[in-house]
């Protein structure tokens, strides 16, 4: 199954809008949405072309292909605009040879064995590490509020390799195979 892993949109209706040509452009069978979908907080700044409710349109309209978790500054109320689930804490998917646990960022999960994956977003910072306790750890970035001067993205998880894209040109910055 080949999975796009995005996170942090925070309302932005133009990185969503580039996030779904992506999507379509990856042929994938699901968006992975990691949370943080309609508001940019209040340690945010306003992202590009801030409007939630396009965003939720705009998601909408995909709503069939996503699975998401519930990010930080996602709240109950969404649920009221949004057809899709958005509360839950964690999605678990095979990933490599190990299991992937999907979640935010802001909650820790359940312990993670050798060779499994813990796949985030909430620190807006690409990443791709092996932790000491056996795991690695993968952060797909932020679609809309990049920080430490990386790129608006998104992750691409086919089953073989992890390619972290920018998701204003759909070009490739980083490969990890599994």
């Given at each position: 199954?080949?999975?796009?892993?995005?996170?942090?949109?925070?309302?932005?209706?133009?990185?969503?809008?580039?996030?779904?040509?992506?999507?379509?452009?990856?042929?994938?069978?699901?968006?992975?949405l990691?949370?943080?979908?309609?508001?940019?907080?209040?340690?945010?700044?306003?992202?590009?072309e801030?409007?939630?409710?396009?965003?939720?349109?705009?998601?909408?309209?995909?709503?069939?292909r996503?699975?998401?978790?519930r990010g930080?500054?996602?709240?109950?109320?969404?649920s009221?605009?949004?057809?899709?689930?958005?509360?839950?804490?964690?999605?678990?998917?095979?990933?490599?040879?190990?299991?992937?646990v999907?979640?935010?960022?802001?909650?820790t999960?359940?312990?993670?064995?050798?060779?499994?994956?813990l796949?985030?977003?909430?620190?807006?910072?690409?990443a791709f590490?092996?932790?000491?306790?056996?795991y690695?750890?993968v952060?797909?970035g932020?679609?809309?509020?990049?920080k430490?001067?990386?790129?608006?993205?998104y992750?691409?998880?086919?089953?073989?390799?992890?390619?972290?894209?920018?998701?204003?040109?759909?070009?490739?910055f980083?490969?990890?195979k599994?």
């Amino acid at each position: 199954m080949k999975l796009v892993i995005a996170s942090d949109i925070h309302g932005s209706a133009h990185y969503c809008r580039l996030l779904k040509e992506r999507f379509e452009e990856e042929n994938a069978d699901k968006l992975l949405l990691l949370g943080d979908l309609l508001y940019h907080g209040a340690r945010n700044p306003l992202p590009a072309e801030y409007n939630t409710l396009e965003v939720a349109r705009i998601l909408n309209s995909l709503k069939e292909r996503i699975l998401c978790v519930r990010g930080n500054c996602d709240s109950e109320v969404d649920s009221m605009v949004l057809e899709f689930p958005i509360t839950a804490d964690f999605c678990f998917f095979p990933l490599g040879n190990g299991t992937a646990v999907a979640t935010h960022g802001h909650k820790t999960p359940a312990a993670l064995g050798k060779g499994d994956y813990l796949v985030n977003g909430h620190f807006h910072v690409p990443a791709f590490e092996e932790r000491p306790e056996g795991y690695f750890y993968v952060n797909c970035g932020s679609v809309s509020i990049p920080k430490e001067n990386s790129p608006h993205s998104y992750l691409v998880a086919d089953g073989k390799q992890l390619v972290w894209k920018d998701v204003e040109t759909g070009i490739p910055f980083r490969r990890e195979k599994l």
